[in-house]
């Protein structure tokens, strides 16, 4: 039930494209949905979070997409560059007491062609 | 502001020894949580600290310890080694009490031989 499912495990786009990442989860305690970038040697770092009281978030380029009902949430990239081309990560927390701990999905290895 | 430090960046340890990494988190920031991430089983959180206090652990054996100093610094420790438990270990660390906003550092990357 902490499990947090993401698709594709891979995606290619081409540049000025946008891409799509997908995550599902099951446990309707979690409370924070918070997606990362992480590029190779480097650790992941927070890119866009949104909270299950708001359906969308813009930040740039980067949007999630929240559905509470099917328990679902996507990361949408817009205008894809080749500096994107990163592993991204999708999670999820609950309050545990009042500490936290981050459920992660298993990745998105995104290209983007130039 | 600097950012989550960690130190060692990479070591190569023989099985059966133990390992000790060290954090510093972002200055100001409390909690201090840690994740072990392998090719094989993603990211998986270990334990996280706060006020020099264990608030959560997961689902690892006794050979994986932790603490937290009174200036929010944290080491962990690994007892020990088995070959599994090579892996990129990072260290985040958080302002909020209840920990929302996670920051990680770049990792220590620990290869058992």
């Known amino acids: 039930q902490q499990q947090v499912k993401q698709s594709p495990q891979s995606l290619i786009v081409q540049k000025g494209g946008i891409s799509i990442i997908n995550c599902a989860y099951e446990n309707t305690a979690f409370d924070y949905f918070p997606w990362y970038q992480q590029f190779p040697g480097k650790g992941p770092a927070l890119l866009i979070a949104i909270r299950p009281d708001v359906s969308e978030k813009k930040e740039g380029r980067f949007t999630i997409s929240f559905n509470k009902s099917a328990k679902q949430f996507s990361l949408h990239i817009m205008d894809s560059q080749p500096g994107d081309s990163a592993t991204y990560f999708c999670a999820a927390s609950v309050s545990s007491g009042s500490a936290r701990q981050l459920t992660f999905g298993s990745g998105t290895q995104l290209t983007v062609l130039p | 502001k600097a950012g989550v430090t960690q130190t060692p960046r990479y070591l190569i340890k023989t099985r059966g020894q133990q390992v000790t990494l060290s954090c510093s988190p972002i200055?100001?920031?409390?909690?201090v949580s840690w994740y072990q991430q392998t090719p094989g089983q993603g990211l998986q959180f270990l334990f996280e600290y706060f006020s020099e206090t264990q608030r959560n652990k997961g689902n690892f054996p006794g050979r994986f310890s932790g603490r937290q100093f009174s200036n929010s610094r944290s080491e962990m420790n690994v007892s020990t080694l088995e070959l599994g438990d090579s892996a990129l270990y990072l260290c985040a660390s958080s302002s909020d009490f209840s920990g929302n906003t996670i920051y990680f550092g770049e990792g220590s990357w620990l290869t058992v031989v």
């Open positions: 200055s100001g920031h409390r909690s």
